[in-house]
């Protein structure tokens, strides 16, 4: 039989040190003050579109399919307010089973551990925002100055006060995801259900007891409140075991299917997510870790020199996405007579750097009958050798001056 208590006890610790670990190793980290969202060992930046679009499309239509697939089992297993808010009132009635009957004692025990881990909350949450070690240090400074200080010490204010007084009534007040669930849901959504179909109710109210969201399961199986976590299935089978009598309430598919059907709205979901999966793929594997891009300053179309040569000016930039140091070498291409005045030239990049720059390109006046002559402009992106090519124009005066 299965303990759907136990499952679910492991999948929170499990949850919790996922939690905990992803931002320190930028598993999944989104840093504002830098503008970089950490994928999966991808730094991306944010003028990245593709690659986040494609990411947060995914991510999305995962909780749009689990919510029609397995209804609101994401509250009852995977949800952090879900999660924290049954550790903190599990760590309430283990100090008042200890202080007994010192109550103040308890209390104060309780609010003193609370606090310690609210901010040890806060900073994991916030650490998906900002560089870990830089929360750290403003931390330990007291720092309630900066936008990062001020975060930090709302966020713990917040987590204190919700896994204090507020917990699981959060669920059915604040949080959408219910309400949202109640449009997703379908007739083959997973569903917590009672039936009296193998035995009668023995009114023991051992379920409505045991039930975090202090429902009656035996009312409806599609209450807003219930989190299908499955504690009212354990709670029955357990005490009609005593009787040697099977629970009356399961997981059911639906009100009627014992077994998960795959209709033509969970292929579709499927498909979707197979498409989005696939453009997150493609966007990644044509991802260039150093991206440089040219563009020709129009202001003045070009401009005689002392030297009697047709000046056009160019602007590039450089963004090195990559973990080690680049250079870009420019060159020409198409352009007969042509000399391109970059300094320096290759032009380097640290790593994570945006490096900006201009450059001139002189061609001998005359040299080109027509007003725009189309050329191009070669890069050559050291050390992993990747060549792009821009076409560009050169604009020189249709007559020899
Ligand atoms: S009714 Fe059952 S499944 Fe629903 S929240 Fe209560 S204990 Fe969990
Ligand atoms: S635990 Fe089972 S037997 Fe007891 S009240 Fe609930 S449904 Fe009835």
Not at 217 to 224: C, D, E, H, K, T
Not at 361 to 372: M, W, Y
Request: proline share 5%; hydrophobic share 50%.
């Amino acid at each position: 039989m299965a303990n759907w208590h136990q499952l679910r006890k492991r999948i929170h610790v499990l949850c919790f040190l996922i939690f905990a670990v992803l931002p320190f190793f930028n598993v999944v980290r989104f840093d504002i003050p830098r503008q970089r969202f950490y994928c999966f060992g991808y730094e991306l930046w944010i003028n990245e579109f593709a690659i986040i679009f494609f990411t947060l499309m995914f991510l999305m239509f995962i909780i749009v399919a689990a919510s029609v697939v397995f209804g609101r089992v994401y509250c009852g297993y995977l949800c952090p307010q879900m999660i924290f808010s049954e550790a903190s009132m599990a760590l309430q009635k283990k100090l008042r089973r200890w202080f007994k009957p010192r109550e103040r004692l308890a209390a104060a025990a309780f609010y003193a551990i609370l606090a310690v881990a609210s901010v040890f909350l806060a900073f994991i949450f916030i650490s998906y925002f900002v560089e870990p070690r830089d929360l750290a240090r403003r931390l330990l400074a007291l720092d309630i100055r900066t936008a990062g200080g001020i975060s930090g010490a709302s966020v713990t204010l917040l987590t204190f006060l919700d896994f204090a007084f507020v917990r699981l009534r959060f669920c059915t007040t604040v949080c959408p995801y219910g309400y949202l669930q109640g449009m997703l849901g379908d007739s083959s959504t997973l569903l917590v259900q009672y039936s009296e179909a193998e035995g009668k109710c023995i009114q023991c109210m051992k379920c409505v007891r045991d039930c975090p969201m202090d429902i009656d399961i035996r009312n409806s199986p599609f209450q807003i409140e219930c989190v299908h976590c499955g504690e009212c299935i354990d709670s029955c089978n357990t005490i009609l075991a005593r009787l040697k009598r099977p629970g009356l309430i399961r997981y059911t598919w639906g009100l009627t299917a014992s077994r998960f059907a795959l209709d033509a709205k969970r292929v579709v979901l499927m498909l979707i997510l197979v498409f989005y999966a696939s453009g997150l793929l493609v966007a990644l594997s044509a991802r260039r870790p150093v991206l440089v891009r040219i563009e020709p300053e129009r202001a003045t179309l070009y401009r005689m020199g002392a030297d009697g040569r047709v000046y056009n000016h160019f602007r590039y930039s450089i963004s090195n996405r990559s973990h080690k140091p680049a250079a870009v070498v420019f060159s020409l291409g198409d352009l007969p007579g042509a000399k391109l005045a970059m300094s320096p030239n290759p032009a380097a990049a640290a790593p994570g750097a945006a490096v900006q720059g201009e450059f001139d390109i002189s061609a001998p006046p005359g040299g080109h009958r027509d007003l725009v002559t189309h050329f191009n402009i070669v890069t050559n992106t050291i050390p992993d050798s990747v060549t792009d090519t821009f076409p560009m124009t050169f604009i020189s005066p249709t007559e020899a001056p």
